[in-house]
């Protein structure tokens, strides 16, 4: 491999471009902004090394999915997506967040970590193996969608619509990166999510508050009947919610054990005292990784202003999100949400789910993730932690486990301070090489898998 990282290191800042042409374009799919646009220059990358591209309409945004038939025995998937996260607060960044500046050693920019940054490396990748051996070991089908972060609420469908097309042997997923020790970190899963709006009505206008001893108050109804899904040991009291959480194996356990905590360092990183339940080692790592949460996004309703209003609100609003674990069903959970809602008295409270993905999970004794993990020690020097599942989500069960296919979440261009989702969203410069080294190093291993 040291003739095609030596390629690439000789290419660097041609490759830091094209990661900065398209952090550059807007795409933002939850303001409909710029995402058009941002699926051509993905169309064009995906073009420059060979791939027959496509961009395949879904009831939303786009799927770009370009395939690069080599030959080859064994075909390996890969998932993107180029839409990213609004920018705002804008007042919050230190340099534009469409610009790509490079400062400190750093690309700033919205996307560059959340995922246009791997998904460019991984283009990058393949350009450095066909200059150096001519083509890739493997065939390759990539998928690039363009409504990740509003939740990829069409994916499922493209995936059942598409389903002998997205057939291959192995799936890459989206990147991550180094964990707070700055050692590689491989996901073998991802949590699934439901994510609801709760409202409630009291009355058809905002009334004075000196009425409140005798007309209901909307922020208080939902306040109660927030109050009734979780206990104060953060225990989720719907009735039923834990009746499929899948037990994490003896491999699992094992895996946990091997991972050095960063317990520490997050807390520092992040400006907190003290973890939920004062956990600490293996228990805090575990309930991390295999068990489900509730948790209140956001919560408005009556005056937000300045200065005093006396005011009873009409009406309240909050969000809700639900990380699931394997075997958890996101439209179970609704169900199970509004039964428990009525058994307490809270008909009155409207529950819409803006967003459902199911968990999933590839096995820990894989070959792909053997592939994945010796790429890594070859790359870095050192051997990844490896873990069972992640505890943020996306749409890998409809394209991984649905399709019988193995999928990984590899180590990637990103480090703990990235600040994905966040203002000043960074990667450094040399993450970002040594991840296209990563990625091509992955395409060669497993062209040579048997």
């Known amino acids: 491999m040291q003739d095609i990282y030596q390629y690439i290191e000789q290419h660097r800042e041609e490759y830091i471009a094209r990661a900065q042409q398209l952090v550059r374009q807007s795409s933002v799919a939850a303001q409909g902004v710029g995402v058009q646009e941002a699926s051509g220059i993905v169309m064009a990358m995906l073009a420059s090394v060979g791939a027959q591209v496509e961009r395949l309409e879904t009831r939303g945004q786009p799927v770009v999915f370009g395939e690069l038939n080599t030959g080859a025995a064994r075909t390996l998937s890969i998932y993107n997506h180029y839409d990213v996260q609004p920018a705002e607060p804008l007042e919050l960044w230190h340099h534009d967040p469409w610009g790509a500046e490079i400062a400190d050693g750093k690309i ?43 939740g990829s609420p069409n994916l499922e469908h493209f995936a059942r619509e598409h389903q002998k097309r997205l057939k291959a042997d192995a799936c890459l997923w989206e990147g991550g990166g180094k964990n707070a020790n700055e050692i590689p970190e ?15 009505q009291s ?20 306040t109660w009947a927030l109050g009734t899904l979780k206990d104060q040991n953060e225990r989720v009291r719907i009735k039923g919610f834990y009746d499929d959480v899948r037990r994490p194996s003896p491999s699992d356990h094992a895996a946990l054990k091997k991972i050095k905590s960063s317990a520490n360092r997050m807390k520092k ?38 200065g005093l209003k006396t005011v009873l609100p ?11 674990v394997p075997d958890q069903d996101p439209a179970k959970v609704a169900r199970l949400l509004r039964t428990h809602l009525d058994a307490h008295g809270f008909r009155d409270v409207k529950i819409e789910l803006l967003g459902g993905e199911h968990p999933s999970r590839t096995p820990m004794d894989s070959p792909f993730a053997k592939v994945c993990v010796e790429a890594a020690s070859d790359v870095w020097g050192v051997a990844p932690a490896v873990v069972p599942m992640v505890a943020g989500s996306g749409p890998m069960y409809p394209l991984g486990e649905k399709l019988g296919i193995p999928t ?22 040399e993450d970002y090489i040594a991840g296209i080294k990563y990625f091509a190093t992955i395409f060669e291993r497993f062209g040579r898998e048997p």
Not at 408 to 429: L, S, T
Request: hydrophobic residues 45%; charged residues 15%; glycine residues 12%.
């Open 314 to 324: 009409k009406e309240a609003f909050a969000k809700v999100d639900f990380r699931l």
């Open 108 to 150: 700033f920019g919205r996307g560059i970590g959340d995922d246009k940054g791997d998904f460019v490396a991984r283009v990058c990748a393949i350009d450095a193996i066909q200059h150096v051996r001519g083509q890739v070991g493997a065939n390759l089908k990539f998928v690039v969608e363009g409504e990740e972060e509003i």
């Open 186 to 200: 491989i996901a073998l899963g991802v949590k699934g999510i439901a994510y609801f709006q709760l409202s409630v």
């Open 269 to 306: 990183l992040w400006g907190f005292k003290n973890y939920l339940l004062n956990l600490q080692g293996a228990p805090l790592q575990e309930r991390l990784t295999f068990q489900p949460t509730c948790t209140i996004c956001g919560i408005w309703g009556g005056y937000q202003g300045s």
């Open 203 to 222: 009355a058809n206008t905002d009334l004075h508050s000196a009425l409140a001893a005798i007309i209901p108050n909307a922020a208080w109804r939902l």
């Open 408 to 429: 990984v979440m590899p180590a990637g261009i990103g480090y703990a301070g990235m600040n994905i989702h966040a203002p000043n969203e960074n990667v450094r410069v």
